[in-house]
């Protein structure tokens, strides 16, 4: 299991517990920073909160973070360029 087939299965859950989930390489393929973009709000107040979710999905072992070796122990970079949390599906 890949790409789009974990962020499928990311989505589904999502929607699955309430959530507004959408799927950001729809428009952009293979964003580097963002591949769901989750929402939940309050029925009554339209209050909302919103994250931003990067997957990652494999069938081996490794997972690929899309960084090198030096950017990923770049934390100042990381900071910069990672806009939510990541979740991994084996």
Not at 4 to 21: P, S
Not at 36 to 57: F, P
């Amino acid at each position: 299991m890949t790409g789009a087939y974990g962020e499928a299965l990311v989505v589904t859950e999502l929607i699955k517990r309430g959530c507004v989930a959408l799927n950001a390489n729809a428009s952009v393929r293979n964003h580097r920073s963002i591949d769901i973009v989750c929402i939940r709000y309050d029925d009554a107040t339209w209050t909302h909160k919103s994250v931003l979710i990067q997957v990652k999905a494999r069938r081996g072992r490794d997972f690929p973070t899309g960084y090198n070796l030096s950017e990923s122990i770049n934390i100042d970079q990381l900071n910069k360029e990672v806009k939510g949390p990541y979740v991994f599906i084996y």
